[in-house]
RNA sequence: GCCCAAGUAGCUCAGAGGUAGAGCAACGCCUUGGUAAGGCGUAGGCCGUGGGUUCGAUUCCCACCUUGGGCUCCA
């Protein structure tokens, strides 16, 4: 994420002076400084707005005159341009002046930001500071390089169109992205690294795996999921289901669609109408809606019937479909669609248990997204959104102090995230870092007073009364497509072997001897009757190193390669994918008894077998 | 939704106002091969969809759909 908190009215201000060994983010500010004076040159009358660093590079905000646009194509140019001006050591030259000099500068210029930002700035700062690059002026606190020579390892990356000061209903204006590091080296083990993630794109896994799609013909958004995909999503949701079920869950089945009622109580179309795919409308004027959210549902589960205490706390699971009307801007892949489905549940509870289910469930979260593979946590709480919350400070405070002790007791890291929460209430996420360090927001644990209120929830407690519940709101995989991206590029393709949707290849050497044949049908028999899913190379008069790279391809976790000399001894010589060693030094003899013994473990390492089901339990614990 | 791009064979991509090409994949034949691509051949395309300009459009123009990178948004 580009820092887009740009508070741009701190550019200017302080004295700051140029330092003797910059740091990274003032060569990127530099950096930003030098692009704009090189478009201010290619382009004429060009205004400016903000430059700062951000987390992997710089950007700069521009308004071209008449209309004109910077192109992909531009970017050459105006890199070229950079280059000259880093080679002339051009110095960047710092000037304080008073304000209103330095607005009236920049308003003779034709710069109309650059005076909005001066007219921002505090009253009580007197003098600005201005940095000189060649001809380029700009209001800028600083500090910055002490010349343009130090920026040469600058690339420029791509345009953007952003809206002026973050808000969208203001002009549009193009914002260029680079990128800038002390050194070519430096610079080039970035971009490596950009490689690296896209060679783990999902989007690019999921077709050449032959995982899932997305058909022009359904609509965008929506994907579908070839029968490798759809084995892999079953198996990651029956280990869930199966350890929902351990954990006290119990299972529910709603529709994807609902009258327009229950969604104006909870508060959905108040709120976000604009995130809904449009009603359908029924003779006599009745509105049917898709479901954007499973909540109401399980909330009418809950309202069924009378509730006691003694059934507290009640969790509700589904793996729901939802539909939201996502803008067409931001659908990407399988991590933002129109269509997924949650490993949706709504706990109800008493205000006494609130805290301790917090606690078990915030373990059962962390546990079972470890058994995925993901290990590396922190937590953030998102906190009352102003403007876009019902309910009262009172009924927030409580609801985060609570999200708050549970995710303390964690001894995780916990950053906080002001007004981030949902609309009815404060949020725990749990975000992990990816094999290659990227943060993803995984979990979500919503603690809720709000829709107990609005649906006239009740139970019965231990004297009679009508007492009314809490409701936590909780998404582990949140959506189960977005969890299966996240896993896919998490491993780069490679699944271990219990997610794997083919474990074993068996590939013949000569596989025109019946000998041979019959032995490859009997090792994958073997394994099969252990258990695994086995795929036979059994096309015909494909060389054996074909078969071999088509399962490596294919990111197959064993290959097992048997011929002549295998068939007396029983062997087989087993190619193990591991992208840790060199591929010579995967490759190990074995028997196959031995075979089928050793994958017999690690397949039922996790999975299915891990846990056997046990009887759901009832709140007393 | 907005800004910048892009849609040509299953995939990666050339191409040009006169009915389209390569590599890989697929299929067939040959090859009898011991751990990541054997050889030859065949087939495969409404050039995203719909309009317009033109004698003629896949190529130029417009709209829409889809995709990518951002912005805003994300219950």
Redo the contacts with the bound molecule.
């Keep these: 994420?580009?820092d887009?908190d740009v508070d741009d009215a701190s550019e200017a201000g302080l004295p700051i002076d140029s330092p003797a060994d910059p740091t990274l983010e003032i060569l990127r500010h530099s950096a930003a400084h030098l692009m704009a004076a090189a478009v201010t040159e290619l382009f004429p009358g060009a205004q400016y707005d903000v430059g700062p660093a951000t987390s992997d590079g710089f950007?700069y905000n521009f308004r071209l005159p008449e209309g004109r646009?910077?192109?992909?194509?531009d970017l050459a140019r105006i890199e070229k341009r950079m280059k000259q001006k880093a080679s002339q050591r051009v110095p960047f030259v710092r000037e304080v002046m008073p304000r209103a000099q330095a607005r009236a500068t920049f308003d003779d210029m034709g710069q109309p930001f650059k005076v909005d930002i001066i007219d921002r700035i505090p009253p009580e700062v007197a003098e600005v500071s201005v940095y000189r690059t060649g001809n380029f002026v700009d209001l800028c606190r600083g500090p910055h390089v002490p010349d343009s020579g130090w920026l040469k390892a600058v690339k420029l990356?791509?345009?953007?169109?952003?809206?002026w000061r973050?808000?969208?209903r203001n002009e549009?204006l193009?914002?260029i992205?680079g990128t800038a590091w002390f050194s070519d080296e430096e610079l080039q083990a970035y971009l490596d690294r950009i490689a690296e993630a896209e060679r783990r794109?999902h989007?690019?896994l999921g077709?050449?795996l032959d995982l899932f799609s997305?058909p022009?013909e359904i609509?965008?958004?929506?994907a579908i999921f070839h029968p490798r995909g759809g084995l892999v999503r079953r198996i990651m949701e029956d280990y869930s289901r199966q350890r929902h079920e351990a954990a006290g869950y119990e299972f529910v089945n709603t529709p994807h669609i609902t009258k327009s009622d229950l969604f104006e109580t909870s508060g959905?179309l108040q709120?976000?109408a604009?995130?809904?795919f449009p009603p359908m409308e029924l003779d006599g004027g009745t509105n049917y809606y898709l479901k954007?959210?499973n909540?109401p549902f399980h909330i009418l589960i809950y309202r069924s019937r009378q509730r006691s205490y003694r059934e507290l706390p009640l969790r509700l699971f589904e793996f729901g479909s939802?539909y939201?009307?996502?803008?067409?801007?931001?659908?990407?892949?399988l991590t933002?669609v129109r269509g997924l489905t949650m490993d949706d549940a709504h706990i109800f509870l008493t205000r006494e248990q609130l805290d301790t289910e917090l606690h078990s469930l915030l373990v059962f979260v962390l546990d079972l997204l470890r058994d995925f593979g993901l290990t590396d946590f922190y937590l953030e709480l998102s906190t009352k959104?102003p403007g876009?919350a019902v309910g009262s400070d009172e009924e927030w405070e409580e609801a985060t102090e609570a999200l708050r002790r549970a995710a303390m007791k964690m001894g995780l890291e916990l950053v906080m995230d002001e007004g981030?929460?949902?609309?009815?209430g404060p949020?725990i996420s749990v975000q992990a870092h990816d094999a290659i360090g990227r943060t993803w927001q995984m979990s979500?644990i919503?603690a809720d007073f709000q829709f107990p209120q609005r649906f006239d929830l009740g139970y019965v407690g231990p004297t009679g009364e009508k007492v009314r519940p809490i409701m936590i709101?909780r998404a582990l995989f949140g959506s189960v497509e977005r969890f299966f991206a996240i896993l896919l590029e998490h491993y780069a393709g490679d699944f271990p072997l219990w997610l794997a949707p083919v474990q074993v290849a068996v590939?013949?050497?000569?596989?025109?001897?019946p000998e041979?044949m019959a032995f490859v049908a009997d090792i994958a028999g073997q394994l099969r009757a252990a258990g695994l899913r086995v795929e036979v190379s059994d096309?015909?008069?494909?060389?054996?190193?074909?078969r071999?790279?088509?399962a490596?391809?294919q990111r197959v976790p064993y290959?097992?390669?048997?011929?002549?000399?295998?068939?007396e001894s029983g062997s087989?010589?087993?190619?193990v994918?591991d992208t840790r060693l060199p591929?010579?030094e995967a490759?190990t003899?074995m028997t196959v008894p031995g075979l089928v013994e050793k994958l017999r473990g690690e397949a039922a390492k996790r999975g299915p077998e891990a846990a056997p089901p046990q009887r759901a339990r009832r709140a007393a614990d």
């Design positions: 994420m580009p887009e950007f646009t910077v192109s992909e194509q990356q791509r345009v953007a169109g952003v809206y973050g808000d969208e549009q193009q914002r992205y794109d989007r690019r077709r050449e997305f022009e609509g965008s958004g929506l959905h709120w976000f604009d995130g809904m954007p959210m909540c939802v939201r009307y996502e803008k067409s801007g931001v659908i990407h892949g933002r959104p876009k981030g929460g949902a609309f009815y949020k979500t919503q709101h590939v013949p050497v000569q596989d025109d001897a041979v096309h015909p008069g494909m060389r054996m190193s074909k071999v790279r088509d490596e391809v290959v097992v390669v048997v011929g002549r000399q295998d068939v087989g010589v087993i190619r994918r591929a010579e490759i003899e």
